[in-house]
């Protein structure tokens, strides 16, 4: 079973520019998430999607990130315009919907703003 | 804000050794999961404690959760140098499919 991919790895961009991040969940979860973690964190849930629907966005700073899940299945997360403060590793996961509650991890999009 | 807490927050032992990690909670739960993370890696979940379970096992895991004292414990036996990463306890937040993580207890295993 393959698992939680996302691109692209890494990302160097300069401060005000936009960027965006890429994520295909676990075939057939129908639950996705993404965190943000900071260096020497723990990581942070920013938003969480049952199919295409959001159903937790409360961490998310709304004025410069967006995420969309259109289809149900993959999901991009967009920063515009990026600061310094954004530079983190960004986690996507997912998992079946039900009971489950094990969370599956992809590898993270390491980015670093200047 | 986060919910769980580790400790300690860094923690370095011979290979071989058990390692013992700790974590606090504030709010009621309903699981508490355990994660680790590999340097510059995806976290992997390792074990998931539900509130009326005590203890749990999994190969070298034992995991036990007192929620009485809002604690859990992570400890792995017969440590390996594979086992060097970030361990981190996760808990459930108002009973959806939302989890809130710790900041996590850096593992170093010495050959």
């Known amino acids: 079973e393959a698992g939680v991919a996302q691109s692209p790895r890494y990302k160097i961009i300069e401060k005000r520019q936009s960027v965006a991040f890429w994520c295909n969940p676990i075939s057939g979860h129908a639950t996705l998430y993404w965190y943000q973690q900071i260096l020497g964190q723990g990581p942070k849930l920013l938003i969480q999607?049952?199919?295409?629907?959001?159903?937790?966005d409360s961490q998310l700073p709304k004025d410069r990130f967006s995420a969309e899940r259109l289809k149900g299945v993959d999901s991009t997360l967009k920063i515009q315009p990026a600061k310094l403060e954004d530079s983190a590793v960004y986690l996507c996961a997912s998992s079946s919907s039900g009971h489950e509650e094990t969370q599956y991890f992809g590898p993270g999009t390491r980015l670093l703003v200047l | 804000s986060q919910q769980g807490e580790e400790d300690p927050q860094a923690l370095s032992i011979q290979e071989g050794e058990n390692a013992t990690m700790n974590c606090s909670y504030k709010?009621?739960?309903?699981?508490l999961q355990w994660y680790r993370q590999n340097s510059g890696r995806g976290l992997v979940h390792l074990i998931l404690i539900r509130s009326n379970e005590r203890e749990k096992h999994s190969g070298r895991l034992r995991v036990t959760l007192d929620t009485s004292k809002k604690s859990s414990s992570l400890l792995i036996t017969a440590s390996r140098a594979a086992d060097t990463a970030s361990y981190f306890c996760a808990t459930d937040w108002g009973g959806a499919q939302k989890l809130v993580f710790g900041q996590g207890t850096r593992l170093t295993i010495n050959p």
């Open positions: 709010t009621s739960i309903n699981n």
């Open positions: 999607f049952q199919n295409n629907g959001v159903v937790d």
